[in-house]
């Protein structure tokens, strides 16, 4: 296929809390691919909370400027490096590459192979693996367990509630309107709480008095303490974000450390991210496709249309707003 001779990209050019203010559009030169990598066409992006955190400059590894923004893309192989065997042209793959961008370089052996570079596969990506090996990983779930997911109607989440009930698990679901408890409801999820209208404190200690197996938590700040309390004996809470606490940073708080309410049930705090887990993101991605495959596992997509670079702001946005419901996705090809 002939190729265009540039492209663009949405890239960080300072740190800012103000997101439009931290990145710019650029147009580069498109580069043919290294002997070990592939060129990607990019037909969707998903969007993630790490991405304003990214543009603040408060990520877990914070990045200087300039860098590009954005951790997923799925989209068609259209340019192989000559050592290349394993992908060629016209091939769809799933990466944690690529990012706000129309095409993407990727090492071909972190590209994932897809059936189609449709929004479900790329759900897979940041979302559907953080999910599953996190759970898997360092939750050790297995069934009969109760397990409690924050931001349940968000991508990450709305995978969370449908992994622990297709291991045959009681599964709570913490959400912020009365639509979104309809959703997780659609999803199996056995209790959806709205936080603004019921106390989950209260609802737990009434319902679930011995407690959680498993929190599955990314909000952070008080939801952070409201699941260390409800850890039950050999309770494990797994942390992957702290998005209640991205605008304005880390929450200071002065509390008795966290080391006696988990040493007297003998439950374990676990940090979750996901760029540490590399080795098994091809054994999990490719048992969460047959699942979605076999009509098991669905993706949550967020409704809302957002096209190409300068789209891609605005979806970030919404997602930060919390008016998503389900993965927010950019489309590009």
Known sequence: MTLPTTYQKLVVTQSSDRLREAVAVETLPLAAPGADDVL???????????????????????????????????????????????LKEGDAVMALAGGYREYFTVPARRAIPVPAPTPDML???????????????????????TVLVTAAAGGTGSFAVQLAKLAGNRVIGTCSSDDKVDFLRGLGCDRPVNYKAEKLSQVLKTEFPQGVDIAFESVGGSLF?????????????????????????????????IYYKLLQKSASLHGFWLMHAFRQMADHAARLIALMQQGRLVAAL????FYGVAGALEAIEH??????????????A
């Not at 967020?302 to 249309?305: I, P, R």
């Open 225 to 257: 303490d409201t699941c260390v309390n409800a850890l039950a004996i050999k309770g494990r809470l797994i942390v992957i974000g702290a998005i209640s606490e991205y605008e304005r940073g880390p929450e200071l708080v002065t509390a008795p450390r």
């Open 123 to 145: 759900a897979l990506g940041v979302s559907g693996l953080t999910a599953s090996i996190a759970l898997e990983e360092c939750g050790r779930m297995t069934q009969g367990e």
């Open 302 to 305: 967020d409704s809302t249309d």
């Open 40 to 86: 990607v066409q990019t037909h969707y992006t998903g969007v993630n909370a790490a991405d304003y955190l990214m543009a603040a400059g408060r990520y877990l590894a914070p990045t200087p400027p300039p860098f590009d923004l954005g951790a997923e893309s799925t989209g068609v192989v259209v340019a192989v490096g000559s050592g290349v065997k394993t």
């Open 319 to 332: 997602l930060y707003a919390g008016r998503n419901t389900g993965k927010v996705v950019v489309r590009f």
